[in-house]
C-alpha cells in the first residue's frame, strides 16, 4: 500500500508539472520520451559535442537546457543562436566576431557569440541551416577550440561546449551538396532524436492539461476540463506543429473560450477534422489509453478514484498502463 501510494504521488508530481527535476520543462510519459531522456541523463555530464534531431516544435531546445543544467557548466552561461533567423551576411560576425575596421560599421571590437558563451554552452538552432562558407570556419572551431574574429589575426581559445540541433535530414543534405559530411561528424559526437508530437500518444492529454492549468492561471481563467469531444480531437489531430501547435491552441482557447470547459472548437477544430488512421489493434489501444487518460483528468489524477470510475482496481490499473506503453505512474520525460 505505501508503495502504491509513492508512486501515485509521483506520477501526479509529473501531471502537476512541479518537478525539480534538471529535465523540467519536459513533460511525458511515451516510451520514445523517456528514451531521449535516458539519453539525456546520460550525455549530460560530459562535455561530449551533441546533435539534437526532431521536427519544428518538438522541444529540441528544452532538450538543449537539460543537457546544460545536467552539466558542471550549468553555473555558466546558456548561449543560443538560431541559424535560420540571421541573414547570411551577418551571421559570421555574430557567431565569430569582428576587430575595429574589418568592414565598414565595425566602429569597435566586438566579441562573438562563441567568446561569449566561453565555460558554459552554446547552442547552435537548425544548423542544417548555415551557409557552407561558415560550415568550414565552424569546422575549424570544433577542431581546434580557437575563434578567428573577422579582421582579427590572432586566434582565441575559447573553452565552450557545443550542442547543435536541426529539422533537416543531414544525410539527405550531405547528399545533396549543402551540409559538410566532416562537419556532421563532428558535430554528431552523440545523437538524440526528438520524437514528432504523433508519435507520443501518452503525452497528448497530460501536455494538454499542463498547458490548460498554466494559461489559466496566467490569464485568471478557471476551466473544468475540456469536453469529449475536445479530448478526442487532441487525440486523434496529427499535429503537424508538434507541442508549439498545442501550446497555441490550448492558449488561443483560454483566452476566446466562453465557456466552463474547453471545446474542439475553442480549440481550433472543425467537425470532420483530420484523425489518424489507426488498424483494429492500435485503434482498440488508443481507445483503452483515451479512457485511462479521461478518468485520470475527471478525477484529478487521483488513482484510486480513475480506478474505481473504471470498473477496476488500482493495480489492475498500473499494469494495464505499462502494458499500454504508458510508462507507468512516477515516470517523468520533457
Not at 580557437?146 to 573553452?159: C, Y
Not at 508519435?199 to 501536455?207: A, Q, S, V
Not at 479530448?231 to 507541442?243: A, D, F, K, T
Amino acid at each position: 500500500a505505501c508503495s502504491l501510494s509513492e508512486l501515485e504521488d509521483e506520477y501526479r508530481q509529473l501531471l502537476s508539472h512541479t518537478s525539480s527535476s534538471p529535465l523540467n520543462g519536459i513533460i511525458g510519459s511515451s516510451e520514445k520520451m523517456l528514451a531521449a531522456c535516458r539519453m539525456v541523463e546520460k550525455v549530460g555530464p560530459s562535455d561530449v559535442t551533441t546533435l539534437i534531431l526532431g521536427e519544428s516544435g518538438s522541444g529540441k531546445e528544452l532538450f538543449a537546457r537539460a543537457l546544460h543544467n545536467l552539466s558542471p557548466r550549468r553555473e555558466h552561461a546558456f548561449l543560443a543562436v538560431n541559424c535560420a533567423a540571421i541573414p547570411e551576411n551577418l551571421l559570421e560576425s555574430e557567431l565569430f566576431g569582428y576587430e575595429r575596421g574589418a568592414f565598414t560599421g565595425a566602429v569597435k571590437q566586438t566579441p562573438g557569440k562563441i567568446e561569449h558563451a566561453s565555460g558554459g554552452t552554446f547552442f547552435l538552432d537548425e544548423i542544417g541551416d548555415m551557409p557552407q562558407a561558415l560550415q568550414v570556419k565552424l569546422l575549424r572551431f570544433l577542431q581546434e577550440r580557437v575563434v578567428d574574429r573577422i579582421g582579427g589575426h590572432t586566434s582565441i581559445p575559447v573553452d565552450v561546449r557545443v550542442i547543435c540541433a536541426t529539422h533537416h535530414d543531414l544525410d539527405q543534405s550531405i547528399k545533396d551538396g549543402s551540409f559538410r559530411e566532416d562537419l556532421y561528424y563532428r558535430i554528431s559526437e552523440v545523437v538524440i532524436q526528438v520524437p514528432p508530437l504523433r508519435e507520443r500518444e501518452t503525452d497528448r492529454l497530460i501536455l494538454a492539461q499542463v498547458f490548460l492549468d498554466l494559461f489559466s492561471r496566467e490569464h485568471g481563467r478557471d476551466f473544468r476540463g475540456f469536453t469529449d469531444a475536445a479530448l478526442e480531437s487532441i487525440e486523434g489531430y496529427h499535429w503537424p506543429g508538434n507541442v508549439r501547435e498545442l501550446e497555441n491552441r490550448v492558449k488561443r482557447a483560454v483566452i476566446l473560450a466562453e465557456g466552463k470547459q474547453i471545446t474542439a472548437q475553442d480549440l481550433g477544430f472543425e467537425v470532420g477534422s483530420e484523425i489518424l488512421s489507426l488498424d483494429l489493434r492500435t485503434a482498440r489501444e488508443a481507445a483503452e489509453r483515451s479512457v485511462i487518460q479521461r478518468a485520470l483528468l475527471i478525477n484529478q489524477n487521483n488513482m484510486s478514484h480513475a480506478a474505481r470510475s473504471l470498473g477496476v482496481s488500482r493495480p489492475s490499473l498500473y499494469n494495464l498502463m505499462n502494458k499500454l506503453g504508458m510508462g507507468g505512474p512516477g515516470k517523468e520525460a520533457d
